[in-house]
Each structure stands twice: as C-alpha cells, then as structure tokens.
T-cell receptor
C-alpha cells in the first residue's frame, strides 16, 4: 500500500511569512497526526484528527498554527506568521486502530522548515 | 501528563559489542513502540509491544516490556555499523496519542 505522502519536502521562509504543509494519509486510516520535530529532539504532537474532527490540539500554538482535515482524508498545517523557533521537521502520521496494534503508526517523510 | 524518558541519550560503541537502551514512562499504557530514524529520514517502526513480558526480536535487536515497572528495553547484540541511527521509544496515551522519548543517538564504530 502507498505510504503517507507529504509535501513539500523542504521549505525556507523568512520570519513573519506564512507557510502551509500538506499530508495525504494511508487510505482507510481514520486517525491523522501532525508532529513537530526540532533538531535533536523527539517528535512532539501538535494535533490529532479522528476522521475530520480534532481529538487533541492541546500543544498546538493556536495564535499562529492552524490545521484542517477536509472530508476526513487530506490535511493541511499552516503557520502564520512564522517565527525562527518554528524551524523543525513537520511529520505527518496516520493510523488505524487494529493496524496500530500490530504495525505501529506510519510516518511520512516530513517537511523540513527553515525560518530565517 | 505522560512523560517518556530514554537513557542514554548518546551511545558510542564498537562493532561486536552488546548494549541496552532504556525507556521509562510515567503512567500506565497498553502499548509501546520502538522507532528508528536515520539522519534526514522519517521514522521507521521497529517493534510494537502490547503486554507485560512481551519480547520481540528482529535480527540483532530485541525489545522487551515490563508494564509493572513501566520500563522497556532495546537490546543490541553484536552491533554492526548499519545499526547506527537514532532510536525512539513512544508510548500511547489516551485516544491513540503517541508520546515520544528524547531519542538515543547510537553510533557504532568499526
């Protein structure tokens, strides 16, 4: 089966600019996650969707970050305006409960964001 | 709030040696995962551990889980250079939320 697709792979922007990332999960996976991974750290959950509803966005900086999952499939994560500390890799992952008990969650290749 | 701690954070070892990475977590969970990440790459699932006493092995890697102690170990046997990577443990909290440890950067020298 196809994996989790993310685009773009790399993005360089100036601070105060806006940026958007796109994720297409594995077909049939109801749960979608966005994680932020700062260099040298473990991934941190930003937002979790179940179908097109938000399950957990407690660590999403809502003054500048927003995310949506239209029709319970693709998702976009937006940052506006970006700050230097937003430089990180943004990972999208998806899961289906019965699969996650056997195979874990599947991660995309990530988008590496550099804010200058 | 669930905390996941790994140690060591950095590990440099010689080929052929054995070593263990430890993962402690602070609250009860029914699932623990181990992932591998190569530089500039995404996360690759290695093991899923579901129950107390679970042990999984793949090649030179073996993972175990002690839910009573809230401890998982990843044991490396006779290390080879190809195993150099960063290893993460991650624990499920609540409705499938995955909480990661800080990662252990493993370097295996010839």
């Amino acid at each position: 089966e196809a994996g989790v697709a993310q685009s773009p792979r790399y993005k360089i922007i100036e601070k105060r600019q806006s940026v958007a990332f796109w994720c297409n999960p594995i077909s049939g996976h109801a749960t979608l996650y966005w994680y932020q991974q700062i260099l040298g750290q473990g991934p941190k959950l930003l937002i979790q969707f179940q179908n097109n509803g938000v399950v957990d966005d407690s660590q999403l900086p809502k003054d500048r970050f927003s995310a949506e999952r239209l029709k319970g499939v693709d998702s976009t994560l937006k940052i506006q305006p970006a700050k230097l500390e937003d430089s990180a890799v943004y990972l999208c992952a998806s899961s289906r409960l019965r699969d996650s008990r056997r195979h874990g969650y599947t991660f995309g290749s990530g988008t590496r964001l550099t804010v200058v | 709030e669930l905390k996941v701690e790994q140690n060591p954070l950095f590990l440099s070892m010689q080929e052929g040696k054995n070593y263990t990475i430890y993962c402690n977590y602070s609250t009860t969970s029914d699932r623990l995962y181990w992932y591998r990440q190569d530089p500039g790459k995404s996360l690759e699932s290695l093991f899923v551990l579901l129950s107390n006493g679970a042990v999984k092995q793949e090649g030179r890697l073996m993972a175990s889980l002690d839910t009573k102690a809230r401890l998982s170990t990843l044991h490396i046997t006779a290390a080879v250079h190809d195993l150099s990577a960063t290893y993460f443990c991650a624990v499920v909290q609540g409705a499938q939320k995955l909480v990661f440890g800080q990662g252990t950067r493993l370097t295996i020298n010839p």
